[in-house]
């Protein structure tokens, strides 16, 4: 399974207003668009972290190896991308005029912390600082993003640093997170590997324990020693001829 961590970092808008207490922004007022400054990319199975930006790269070439990047992966893996990285990235591919990279399936991290634990916060760094990882790079704030836009050497090795560890950060919550995230993408099915093996790790160290009860039918249940997803068999052991009347 291809699987494929990203992270992208985009400029803010640029309007004129006169008011600052009751900012209403209509289409004349914009200067400038929001677009992505810069993205950081990773491969499950490869050491390197790949960066990308536009001081570095130029736009084009930026999006189009965003692109090809993309078209390469089985599986997307992000934090909150689902609502922020994929829909500016799909915007930057049409207005390149490039046609949708084969589809993907997709693991938001964000989604998942959000559907299974009542936490304090889910920002990836109050996440990852609970789970003992070493959280995300501190930056100068928002004037940081203002300085790259300048052009400013030293803050776009910054930004660089920061991008990188986030994508680095993703795999490392991914691994602890992995057993938790529900409708995980069947790696078994992508690998071609299909039987008795975990859908999420690919591991064949199953345990049989229990069964799922449908509403009308029963399957084997299966946890992962590896990694400790629960799954369930296929078949159908049994099921109920007199249904219950809606």
Same mark, same amino acid.
């Given at each position: 399974?291809?699987?494929?961590?990203?992270?992208?970092?985009?400029?803010?808008?640029?309007?004129?207003?006169?008011?600052?207490?009751?900012?209403?922004?209509?289409?004349? $007022?914009?200067?400038?668009?929001?677009?992505?400054?810069?993205?950081?990319?990773?491969?499950?199975?490869?050491?390197?972290?790949?960066?990308?930006?536009?001081? $570095?790269?130029? $736009?084009?070439?930026?999006?189009?190896?965003?692109?090809?990047? =993309?078209?390469?992966?089985?599986?997307?893996?992000?934090?909150?991308?689902?609502?922020?990285?994929?829909?500016?990235?799909?915007?930057?591919? =049409?207005?390149?005029?490039?046609?949708?990279?084969?589809?993907?399936?997709?693991?938001? =991290?964000?989604?998942?912390?959000?559907?299974?634990?009542?936490?304090?916060?889910?920002?990836?760094?109050?996440?990852?600082?609970?789970?003992?990882?070493?959280?995300?790079?501190?930056?100068?704030?928002?004037?940081?993003?203002?300085?790259?836009?300048?052009?400013?050497?030293?803050?776009?090795?910054?930004?660089?640093?920061?991008?990188?560890?986030?994508?680095?950060?993703?795999?490392?919550?991914?691994?602890?997170?992995?057993?938790?995230?529900?409708?995980?993408?069947?790696?078994?099915?992508?690998?071609?590997?299909?039987?008795?093996?975990?859908?999420?790790?690919?591991?064949?160290?199953?345990?049989?324990?229990?069964?799922?009860?449908?509403?009308?039918?029963?399957?084997?249940?299966?946890?992962?020693?590896?990694?400790?997803?629960?799954?369930?068999?296929?078949?159908? =052991?049994?099921?109920?001829?007199?249904?219950?009347?809606?």
């Amino acid at each position: 399974m291809r699987l494929l961590s990203l992270d992208l970092e985009t400029s803010p808008h640029l309007v004129w207003d006169w008011d600052l207490h009751n900012l209403m922004v209509s289409i004349d $007022k914009i200067v400038a668009t929001t677009e992505m400054m810069c993205f950081s990319a990773k491969w499950w199975d490869e050491k390197d972290v790949l960066f990308y930006s536009i001081p $570095k790269n130029g $736009k084009d070439q930026m999006v189009r190896e965003a692109h090809r990047l =993309l078209d390469e992966a089985d599986v997307v893996m992000h934090y909150n991308g689902k609502r922020f990285d994929i829909p500016h990235l799909n915007r930057e591919f =049409l207005e390149l005029g490039l046609l949708p990279p084969s589809p993907y399936q997709q693991i938001d =991290l964000y989604q998942a912390v959000r559907k299974q634990f009542r936490l304090a916060s889910t920002k990836l760094q109050y996440v990852s600082k609970m789970l003992g990882l070493e959280g995300k790079v501190q930056h100068s704030g928002f004037s940081l993003w203002v300085k790259c836009m300048a052009g400013d050497p030293a803050a776009w090795r910054e930004m660089e640093s920061y991008n990188r560890q986030d994508v680095i950060l993703l795999e490392q919550l991914y691994a602890i997170l992995q057993p938790w995230i529900p409708h995980h993408p069947a790696r078994t099915l992508i690998d071609g590997t299909a039987g008795d093996a975990c859908p999420a790790c690919g591991s064949s160290s199953l345990e049989k324990r229990g069964f799922a009860i449908a509403i009308q039918r029963k399957y084997q249940r299966y946890v992962c020693r590896k990694c400790g997803k629960w799954s369930r068999g296929g078949k159908s =052991l049994g099921s109920v001829e007199i249904r219950e009347v809606a």
